[in-house]
């Protein structure tokens, strides 16, 4: 990380106050556990959920939306955040799962997957958008929440990693898809692919009908 002077660090830790807004409005919890996944719509892969506690004086310098980070910022984040986090966790739902159940339903599976493997029960979940079926916690749907609530920025990290690491060893097992670059979305090389080769186990069979006959 390049030297960042005075006014600079101040001005990132300013923007990061701003991000601990949903945070401080529910500080008589102890326990403020940000949710957010990644992967519903790609056509091929799991989706994936983060669930993500952190001190109240944590500092995360450069946390945003995982989609805004470069990959490098994301790998350095994705380190610190469990090191910094009371308790962190993450949810992954397959393919199979997927077709079987619909993606919104697998995206609350894995979400509620993330929740029960944290070692700190939760006392309110501020969710990227989303209020989670079958939950007993006290939720906050927050539109956009990734970029206004530190917590889920973290999420978004945690899932965001794992779900690109998940598809680079993917792509070593099935490398005429190119999932290493395109992480199992629709691009144009990853449908031409889809129509030489036809799917692999871990396609979303009712994502890719319009692509297979």
Known sequence: MRKLTEEKLQAE???LEKMKEFEYRYEEHIAVCG??????G???GPVVAGAVILPRDCELLFLNDSKKLTEKRREALFDEIQEKAIAFSIGV???DVIDEINILQATYAAMRQAIK?????PEVLLNDAVTIPEVAISQVPIIKG???SVSIAAASVLAKVTRDRMMEEYDKLFPEYGFAKHKGYGT???IAALKEFGPCPIHRRSFIKNFTS
């Open 42 to 44: 790609p056509l091929a």
């Open 93 to 95: 739902v397959g393919a």
């Open 117 to 121: 493997g944290l070692k700190t029960e």
């Open 146 to 148: 990734d970029a206004k």
């Open 35 to 40: 949710i957010d996944e990644v992967g519903r």
């Open 188 to 190: 144009a090389v990853h």
């Open 13 to 15: 830790r300013e923007r």
